[in-house]
């Protein structure tokens, strides 16, 4: 993620503090140092059977920041919605998300691609992301793929910089443009170098699971951007 950035001295001062040994630091609160290491692949059949915790890490998939979005993602045109694989009616908009353990809700707002196809995430940390022409929340298949900065020099620490800290079976919630509420469990974490988003990222078929992405990793001055990404999958919550 390339983007305007004061110091990384500046940076320490928002409150997430990126070093380079890949220990993500968290004022006052030691439980919450993680390393930032592959912490796990999504299984090939998540949420079918699947418990939530780390798998082991395939080859070549490490997702980028910004992302761009895979020419065979069988994905339509930015702007355009495409027809879901299930009814629309299976799922909803999603226009919040929560998570209760953590004190953390933000408004989520529709995002697509843009000319040179990176994904294009709202500018402020404090809001997020649904890539419109994926799923929908609450939707019988597909991902929902939601993606926000980390921090901005700005606005300092986002909604999504408690990603590296979150654990198998945390809950996550969406809320609807309908009005209901769909709740996940984290599954797995995975934490990688920068590279292109993998397809399967997008996937509009197959189990239903909610992908969290963002920047993480070491902050490179020079470059003004993160080494790695983040992504964290959830799968519905059994009622």
């Not at 990126?18 to 993680?34: E, H, I, M, N």
Request: charged fraction near 15%; proline fraction near 11%; glycine fraction near 14%.
């Amino acid at each position: 993620m390339s983007r305007r950035r004061w110091p990384a001295v500046l940076v320490a001062c928002c409150g997430v503090i990126c070093l380079a040994t890949g220990v993500v630091l968290w004022p006052g609160d030691g439980s919450r140092s993680v390393e930032a290491a592959d912490l796990g692949a999504v299984p090939a059949a998540l949420g079918a059977g699947a418990e939530p915790g780390d798998a082991a890490a395939g080859p070549g998939a490490a997702p980028s920041w910004p992302g761009h979005v895979p020419a065979d993602a069988g994905l339509a045109p930015p702007g355009s919605r495409p027809a879901p694989a299930e009814p629309a009616a299976a799922g909803s908009e999603p226009v919040e998300l929560s998570l209760p353990g953590r004190g953390v809700t933000a408004p989520v707002v529709p995002v697509g691609a843009d000319p040179a196809g990176a994904l294009a995430v709202p500018d402020s940390p404090r809001t997020v992301g649904w890539w419109a022409p994926g799923a929908l929340a609450g939707g019988a298949a597909g991902n929902v793929v939601i993606a926000g900065h980390v921090d901005s020099a700005t606005a300092g620490v986002g909604v999504m910089a408690v990603l590296p800290s979150l654990v198998a079976d945390e809950q996550v919630l969406l809320r609807g443009a309908d009005g209901r509420t769909f709740a996940y469990r984290v599954a797995t974490r995975r934490h990688y170098a920068k590279a292109r988003l993998p397809a399967e990222v997008f996937a509009r078929t197959g189990a239903p699971r909610l992908v969290l992405v963002t920047c993480g990793g070491r902050f490179d001055p020079g470059s003004r951007s993160y080494d790695d990404n983040i992504m964290v999958e959830a799968l519905p919550a059994r009622t």
